[in-house]
């Protein structure tokens, strides 16, 4: 079985460093065990520097950054800024993002643009709601393709290495819910953005140490982006155990 990637995304999770340490050391326990996935922990921006003392087998996430290089924009953290932190991977156009803070694609193409630009691998979240997914497959291939569409546009005139590209399909109705997406489906789409786009896919919506296993055996999830799950050490240790077969 190839390696997989796992991503944590903490999300605003924990409230203090010194749980955010605790936790990034739990993570870093488990990631030398023979086998192991690729894992990347995605604190939020406030414990990165104390989780890249902590992590040395695990790589270093975050959850956005501006399409700025830097400057007059109060609040916004820059790709040199992260690089500056030792981040290796970036996610973009995350669905919360989206959703609460009013993200269109147009602003996540421009975060993509600046990730790629500044050599940050970057992690681009596309995904349907439960209403699209009602409508059936075709519906959701046009939706995800549209947002591939607008979420990459300009990117060819890029250089960069397709390698730090990746795409996190993750259906919006399966993130935070309990309720995942059936593997079957999710590959079904899986396969669909990989003929559009030959870069590495993972899966994300409620992933958790006991539905890895269903999911794991498919050659076509690249990997797993993991929310909720990622906040309880048990879930990780299991997790990592599960992928690494
Ligand atoms: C996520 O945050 O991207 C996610 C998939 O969350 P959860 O695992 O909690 O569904």
Redesign the pocket.
Known sequence: MKKKLIVF?W?SNPQSAAAAIKLARAVEKVVPAKNAPEVVVAPPFTFLEDVEKIVKKAKLGAQDLSWEEGGAFTGEVSARELKNLSVRYVIAG???RRKYLGETDEMINKKVLAALKAGLKVIL?VGEDLSIRRRGKKAVEKFIKTQLEKDLKNIKNLKFKIGNLLI?Y?PIW????GH?DTPKDAVEIIKFIKRFLSVKCLY?????GKNIKNFVEYKEIDGF??????LKSKEVEKIVKISSR
Do not use: P, Q
């Open positions: 995304n999300k995350h669905s919360e979240c996190a993750e399966a993130i935070g819910t995942s994300g919506g409620s992933v958790s982006l993991v929310g909720h799950a990622s």
